[in-house]
């Protein structure tokens, strides 16, 4: 028996590869499946099963693509209907793979169809469960996702409380617990960032385990501090329940040299989104007017389904050399399909080509500081709202990154500001969308918030009621 975690760090997800006697199971699989077809391959094995542990939310699964190119059988548990042939699994079946069984737990509450697959090993013991987003190291999933129910956020989280207790707390304490997202993941509020455990210490350390816990402070306790959930999940979750483009088509059309002429007129006739994928250092230098900056070296899926809204968009890309379908593929992950093209040359091709290029003005952390305490200024944190709250600097306006979009209008297009994060990639990202709306006095604050604590400038911290 051969267990394998494919974790994705984007997008804190963990994929799995379960092999016994020649025959696989793959578990919530990305978008991109050539790597499992090889693997099995590699290892002279033959794909049986992909098992879905739920229809997801923050992410397109492979599962169709992977359907088509190895013939093998797409799971999901009870209840869950799609536009594609699956195996319906009914709760307790087993599913034989070579000598190991996965056995089918229905465990609703994060969604009604959720599922945990526990592996039984050649020997007849509980050796391990593949979670999904019931249940995470630390956490469990949010039950306010499920798909067109008629069903209230309370009502799963008492379903969730019930699948806990009667499905998962009763197995043997040693059963390893592999779930789907580790921290990072929108998908709870409070996950580990160990992506493997053990059930006994999480019926040790995890709140939602406790064993002394009642259905009602459950539910209270689940959905106290859950942030509205990211714009396109519903967009996600549709798609792995409807189908989608094979991902090679989707490759196909977005992995195109366009000529800087060519790409000046996608943007300009097709309604094309320019986004911008290099680092943040060289889209401070320069970059394309009205482009928008989601660079590739930070939480680059999570924030292109976030803050673009429109999941059909037309978007063409300004990349680093070679990265253009690392691009394109990661914008795939969250359904983003609609890539037309990318800026050969970069921007080196669109200056020689003697087309307008802008910059964004930045300044040290310690400049900054220095600038504060002297004079009065515009300062814009854009942290989420629990980085500001825990320590943020004196008067400094709050708009959390999530959600510039709908609170634009908070910030005064006629004053300066002095902008930071945690540690400069979101304010970046907070920058070019305001300067492509008609921002233009934006000043970034090179390494946000972590630079800005390592001078004198003094912070505001909070300051637990409890303590005081």
Known sequence: MKIEQLYTGCLAQGAYYIESEGEVAIIDPLREVQQYVDKANSNNAKIKYILETHFHAD???????????????????????????????TDGEELKLGKVILKVLHTPGHTLESTTYLLIDENGKNHAIFSGDTLFLGDVGRPDLAIKSDLTKEDLAGMLYDSLRNKIMTLEDDVIVYPAHGAGSACGKNLSKETVGVLGEQKKTNYALRADMTKAEFVEEVLDGIAPPPQYFAKNAMMNKMGYDTFETVLKTGNVALTPDEFEAIANHESALVLDVRTQADFLKSHIPN???????????????????????????????????????????????????????????????????????????????????????????????????????????????????????????????????????????????????????????EGGFGAIKKTDLPVTDFVCPSTL
């Open 59 to 89: 992410f397109v699964s492979g599962h169709v693509d992977l359907a088509k190119a190895t013939g093998a059988t797409i799971v999901y548990g009870p209840g869950a209907t799609t536009e594609y042939d699956i195996h319906t699994a």
């Open 291 to 445: 482009s928008i900056f989601i660079g590739l070296n930070g939480g680059f899926a999570p924030w292109v389904g976030a803050l673009i809204k429109d999941i059909k968009q037309p978007i063409i890309l300004v990349v680093p050399e070679g990265k253009s379908e690392e691009a394109i593929t990661r914008l795939s992950r969250v359904g983003y399909d609609n890539t037309l093209g990318y800026l050969e040359g970069g921007l080196e091709a669109w200056q020689n080509a003697g087309k307008d290029i802008e910059t964004l003005q930045s300044i040290s952390a310690e400049a900054f500081a220095a600038k504060a305490k002297e004079s009065k200024i515009n300062i814009l944190d854009v942290r989420k709202d629990g980085e500001y709250l825990s320590s943020h600097i004196e008067d400094a306006q709050h708009l959390s990154l999530d959600f510039i979009n709908e609170k634009m209008n908070e910030v005064d297009k006629d004053k300066t500001y002095y902008v930071h994060c945690a540690g400069g990639y979101r304010s970046v990202i907070a920058e070019s969308i305001l300067k492509a709306r008609g921002y233009n006095n934006l000043i970034d604050v």
